[in-house]
């Protein structure tokens, strides 16, 4: 009994020192680390999640470290303290994964939120970061146990031909993908068209596919490969404004000058209401007639947007604006009629 209690006074400094180190080594990290990434990254950039990230990074040292001293601490067997000093590195190796797994996925996220020109927050590239982080750390821990990883990789690059004929799809999807946001000419949140008709803003660039929600507020979900091979206008690289062209008609017996007067007054006071005042300094609305109808003459508008979203937004306040600017002014937009002269035969 006697002996028990030395021991345990023994211990007692010991046990002092490694909470003493614990409790020095986390307050400090705790206090200042998000200090630091915001002098190192910015502002912008150290938002909560990274702030969360690095005290997790922060925290793991620090507890291994009370852990490894405990094991040296304690009276143990050579053979158990062996044994759990393997465990302990085995878990450490995993933990600090996981923790550079978190802080790089935070800090992805925070900069391609707050920067412009980036890849954008495609689930492709954090997937691709995070399996690797995994596999990384999983070969590291099997090392450290006295796995070899060697024959286990040589037998991956001699089944290699086989997996990709087997998955020949998936991994077209998924360097597709790859292409697609390596090009930078594609990221999400652009506003795109595959094809007349068919547009939407990026969602999503995922392992095999990517999102698109149009505006009817429907996802189209589109393989990869696809993406990879079509003819894609994307209205958000470049200069994003857009021309609006729109077709109007007017009564035969109109003052085609009155008309293109009214018409241009028309069109630059519904940009001016979307925009302001001297929204398009070097760009005038245009008037061009072009065709002789059934009931009209018909001539083409020429308008001006900052994206393609708002075309129909401006399309419907100069319809309006122009009809009731027409009325004023007694020009006719006719209904589509048709006149038919009637031949009589002589007896």
Not at 3 to 29: F, M
Not at 49 to 57: C, Y
Not at 319 to 338: D, G, H, S
Request: aromatic share 8%; charged share 15%.
């Amino acid at each position: 009994m006697l002996e028990n209690i030395s021991n345990i006074d023994h211990l007692i400094p010991k046990a002092t020192l490694v909470v003493s180190i614990v409790v020095l080594g986390l307050i400090p990290g705790l206090l200042f680390m998000p200090r630091i990434l915001r002098t190192i990254l910015g502002s912008r950039i150290t938002s909560g999640p990274v702030i969360s990230a690095s005290r997790t990074l922060i925290v793991i040292p620090i507890a291994l470290l009370f852990c490894h001293i405990a094991i040296n601490a304690w009276p143990l067997g050579k053979e158990l303290r062996l044994d759990l000093t393997v465990y302990l590195r085995v878990f450490a190796i995993l933990a600090m994964g996981f923790a550079f797994m978190r802080l790089g996925s935070a800090l992805f996220n925070a900069y391609t939120l707050n920067n412009e020109g980036t890849p954008g927050s495609a689930s492709i590239l954090l997937n691709l970061f995070r399996v690797g982080v995994c596999l990384i750390a999983g070969m590291i821990a099997l090392e450290a146990v006295g796995i070899s990883v060697t024959p286990a990789l040589t037998a991956l690059g001699v089944g290699g031909l086989a997996v990709a004929l087997g998955f020949q799809e998936t991994l077209s999807n998924l360097f597709g993908g790859l292409a697609i946001l390596m090009g930078r000419k594609i990221s999400v949140g652009d506003f795109i068209e595959l094809e007349p008709g068919f547009d939407g803003r990026v969602e999503d660039i995922g392992w095999r596919t990517t999102s698109i929600r149009r505006l009817d507020g429907n996802v189209v979900v589109i393989p990869n490969a696809t993406m990879a091979k079509s003819t894609i206008l994307n209205f958000d690289v470049g200069n994003a404004e857009t021309a609006i062209l729109l077709q109007v008609g007017v009564a035969y017996n109109s003052d085609l000058a009155l008309v293109e007067r009214v018409t241009i007054e028309e069109a630059r006071l519904a940009m001016e209401g979307m925009y302001g005042k001297n929204c398009f300094p070097e760009f005038e609305p245009l008037v061009r007639f072009h065709t002789f109808g059934d009931s009209s003459i018909n001539f083409t508008v020429v308008m001006r947007a900052r994206h393609t979203t708002d075309q129909h937004l401006l399309k419907h306040e100069f319809i309006k604006a122009l009809t009731a600017r027409y009325r004023q002014e007694r020009i006719e937009i006719p209904f589509p009629i048709r006149t038919l002269a009637r031949m009589q035969r002589s007896s």
